[in-house]
């Protein structure tokens, strides 16, 4: 696709509910990147893949979140059993290359808000 | 651990230079600057690599100084499209440090008025 394209762009969800977000990558990009970003604040790293390979989940808060990419392209994110400190804009980013972080390519974003 | 960006807002008059610094504590590979703007997606500006490397932007450029482990970057003769905030984007060089992780600093807001 012509850019990174997250869905839903806006997310609301009760509290107890599992929720998954979806990231559609520019095509042909090996890296993708999960970050959560807080208002007022710069995004903070989640997890990241190289093709269908997660290299890093260190970011991932607990357990309740994970990730997944099984092609190598599209990304699912997945929150279970929600809580209000969720509530946050997830980004998703993706590069072309792999190895070192080269130009990354941010989407518009989920807005997610847990009631 | 996150880097420390200074100052946290800036307001300029177009044409007006101002300078955001960008402060690890630990020894890095690369630095990221990137911009955004209300309501959009945080936007590639440029990647330093190696120490007192400087690179540019327009009238944006930025240097690296990988001893101090520190980053400026530039705002030259500002217009009024550099409002937004900048983000900087570290990436570590120690053997605990996995490739791709990106770990960003807070932000500057620059607002650039006529």
């Known amino acids: 696709g012509a850019g990174v394209s997250q869905s ?17 990558p520019i095509s042909g990009h090996v890296s993708l990147y999960w970050y959560r970003q807080a208002l007022g604040q710069g995004p903070e790293f989640l997890t990241y893949f190289n093709y269908e390979a997660q290299q ?14 099984p092609e190598g392209s599209i990304s699912t994110l997945t929150i279970q059993r929600t809580e209000q400190r969720d509530s946050a804009m997830y980004r998703c980013a993706s590069s072309l290359f792999q190895g070192r ?15 | 651990q996150q880097p420390v960006q200074s100052p946290q807002a800036v307001i300029l008059r177009e044409g007006e230079d101002a300078v955001i610094n960008c402060s690890s504590s630990k020894a890095l590979y690369s630095v990221h600057w990137y ?6 997606a945080p936007v590639f500006l440029m990647i330093l690599l190696k120490g007192g490397e400087q690179k540019g932007h327009e009238k944006i450029s930025a240097s690296f100084n990988e001893k101090k482990q520190q980053s400026s ?20 060089r120690g053997t605990t ?10 932000g500057t807001q620059v607002v650039v008025t006529p």
């Open chain 1, 101 to 115: 972080v080269t130009e990354a390519f941010f989407g518009q974003g989920t807005r997610l808000t847990v009631v």
């Open chain 1, 56 to 69: 890093d989940k260190s970011g991932l808060p607990n357990d309740r979140f994970s990730a997944e990419r």
């Open chain 2, 97 to 106: 440090d996995s490739w791709g992780k990106l770990q960003f600093g807070a």
């Open chain 2, 35 to 40: 911009r955004q703007k209300h309501g959009e």
């Open chain 1, 8 to 24: 839903p762009r806006y997310k609301v969800t009760k509290r107890g509910q599992d929720v998954a977000l979806r990231c559609d």
């Open chain 2, 73 to 92: 970057l530039y705002l030259t003769a500002s217009q009024l499209s550099y409002s937004g905030t900048y983000f900087c984007g570290t990436e570590g």
